[in-house]
């Protein structure tokens, strides 16, 4: 089963920042569109934005409003999704997911465990 594994969450304190990484555990990422998503307690899971396989595009949804920072580094086969000036509302487990191109969450083939990000003073 491919899988993929994310890092990097933690216990942060409001308007710091954080960069999640996202590896294919057993895979390589270079053909996947990479997808960021998460999921606060007691809300449905929600998409943060994608980026194509190459880098090249990036979309992200609506409610982002430039704190979130989606990135790739094929060479260390490694998707990034940065966030700054966190806000409590950002606590949530974050996940990242893989498919062939950007899509709907549905879709997408392979998900990772998830990352616990918690924003609090």
């Known amino acids: 089963q491919l899988q993929l594994v994310e890092s990097g969450g933690g216990l942060v304190q409001p308007g710091e920042s954080l960069r999640l990484s996202c590896v294919g555990s057993?895979?390589?990422?270079?053909?996947?569109?990479i997808g960021w998503f998460r999921q606060a307690p007691g809300k449905e899971r929600e998409q943060i934005g994608c980026i194509s396989d190459s880098g090249r595009k990036v979309n992200y949804e609506d409610f982002v409003k430039g704190r979130f920072t989606i990135s790739r580094d094929n060479a260390k086969d490694t998707a990034y999704l940065q966030i700054d000036n966190l806000k409590p509302e950002d606590t949530a487990v974050y996940y990242c997911?893989?498919?062939?191109?950007?899509?709907?969450?549905?879709?997408?083939?392979?998900w990772g465990q998830g990352t616990q990000v918690t924003v609090s003073s």
């Open positions: 057993g895979f390589s990422l270079d053909y996947y569109a």
């Open positions: 997911a893989a498919h062939g191109r950007c899509t709907i969450m549905k879709e997408y083939s392979f």
